[in-house]
C-alpha cells in the first residue's frame, strides 16, 4: 500500500495563456504544473514555464517554445509561490 507521501496528484498542461507568468511581454505561454503530497496534508506543485513570441489569436506550434528557467526563472518561481501559496497549511 502506498504511503501518503508517495501519492502523486494530477498533473496539468496549460496553453494558450498570455502574461499570465512573463507579464509585461507579449509572450504565448505553456505550462506544465506537477503536484505532489509530501505529507498527509502538504502538497507541493512544480511548475515547468515554456514561452514563445508570437501575434494574433493562434498560438505558435509546441517547436517554438522555450524553457522560462534560463531568462525567466524568477517570473516562473514567482507565479508558483503566488499561484500556490495556499497549498501549503496555515
Known amino acids: 500500500m502506498a ?3 508517495d501519492l502523486r496528484l ?4 496549460l496553453s494558450g495563456l498570455r502574461g499570465d507568468v512573463l507579464s509585461g511581454h507579449n509572450y504565448w505561454e505553456r505550462l506544465h504544473i506537477h503536484l505532489a503530497l509530501v505529507e498527509p496534508s502538504v502538497a507541493e ?6 514561452y514563445a513570441p508570437g501575434i494574433g489569436a493562434t498560438p505558435p506550434a509546441t517547436s517554438a517554445y522555450e524553457s ?3 531568462d525567466y526563472y524568477e517570473d516562473l518561481i514567482r507565479f508558483t509561490n503566488r499561484t500556490f501559496a495556499n497549498l501549503q497549511p496555515q
Open 68 to 70: 522560462m528557467e534560463k
Open 45 to 50: 506543485a512544480m511548475v515547468e514555464g515554456y
Open 3 to 5: 504511503k501518503p507521501q
Open 10 to 13: 494530477p498533473n496539468f498542461a
